[in-house]
């Protein structure tokens, strides 16, 4: 998602510093946003003088003390909170007194963030859909910490780079994962219940609904292992069987296998 995140900004005439723990992990998003300006050259859909402005607004670090200077941070860390309260703590000592800091997530609580700030008024969560380059829609979420100004900024910068900005309470799920999720789930029970198969399934919901893909293809390409950890959320939120996680995702899991980032998930790769 940084990676992503990163080039978005960087079309947008932003510039984007893009910090990871490793070089190796920064070689990786490089490539990545490389590899897909160099293919949209290469279909004519992108001239290479363009190509190499959004490369030149895109800079890595592997020191979060690099990003002391930005105005909007956003971090896109794993699914866990207090893995990211762990880093808001750091960046709230870092970022300039200005500075936004937003969360990415998908899910948790962004007050729960805020919190552990000594600035919960710039705190708001910019949840980018992945892939964030082709994905229009972006939710602002507003804690109720959250400055009027800060939600404001947020705002004007997803509007900058171009993307569809919905702003949205600080409830678990959001608006797109607190629908979607119910759905995808009962896509699991009604495979198990036998009522179709999974292939069938899948394109029932495209060819029924004009889906541009099934249940089953859209949880591999979220990643199994976040499928769960939102439907956990969920479920600890708002008490609703229809969001508590089918055995069989667990169950995938458990054994690795986590959708198209492992080659294997509800489908093999």
Same mark, same amino acid.
């Given at each position: 998602m940084a990676a992503g995140i990163a080039e978005v900004a960087a079309r947008g005439g932003i510039r984007a510093i893009i910090r990871a723990r490793?070089?190796? @992990? #920064?070689?990786?998003?490089?490539?990545?946003?490389?590899?897909?300006?160099?293919?949209?050259?290469?279909?004519? %859909? #992108?001239?290479?003088?363009?190509?190499?402005?959004i490369l030149?607004?895109? @800079?890595?670090?592997?020191? #979060?003390?690099?990003?002391?200077?930005?105005?909007?941070?956003?971090?896109?860390?794993?699914?866990d909170l207090t893995t990211k309260q762990e880093l808001f703590r750091e960046l709230d000592v870092i970022a300039k007194p200005s500075a936004i800091l937003a969360t990415n997530t998908s899910t948790l609580s962004v007050v729960e963030m805020a919190k552990v700030t000594k600035r919960p008024d710039q705190v708001c969560g910019i949840h980018f859909f992945n892939p964030a380059t082709v994905l229009p829609l972006v939710e602002i979420v507003r804690p109720i910490t959250a400055s009027d100004? =800060?939600?404001?900024?947020?705002?004007?910068?997803?509007?900058?780079?171009?993307?569809?900005?919905?702003?949205?309470?600080?409830?678990?799920g959001f608006i797109v994962n607190a629908l979607l999720f119910p759905y995808l789930n009962n896509a699991i029970r009604m495979l198990d219940a036998g009522t179709a198969s999974m292939e069938d399934i899948d394109t029932a919901m %495209?060819?029924?609904?004009?889906?541009?893909?099934?249940?089953?293809?859209? #949880?591999?390409?979220?990643?199994?292992? =976040?499928s769960l950890s939102i439907?956990? =959320?969920?479920?600890a939120s708002f008490g609703d069987d229809n969001f508590a996680p089918h055995p069989r995702l667990r169950e995938l899991v458990a054994h690795g296998r986590l959708g198209r980032k492992t080659k294997a998930g509800f489908y093999v790769y």
């Open positions: 490793s070089e190796a @992990s #920064l070689a990786s998003a490089l490539k990545q946003i490389n590899g897909g300006l160099s293919r949209q050259v290469e279909k004519g %859909k #992108l001239d290479v003088a363009e190509r190499d402005r030149a607004n895109i @800079s890595t670090t592997t020191d #979060l003390r690099k990003l002391s200077d930005c105005d909007i941070i956003i971090e896109s860390v794993v699914e100004d =800060t939600i404001s900024l947020a705002t004007e910068f997803v509007r900058a780079i171009g993307k569809d900005g919905v702003q949205v309470l600080d409830r678990a %495209k060819g029924g609904c004009n889906f541009p893909m099934g249940p089953f293809a859209l #949880l591999d390409l979220v990643g199994l292992d =976040t439907l956990e =959320t969920l479920h």
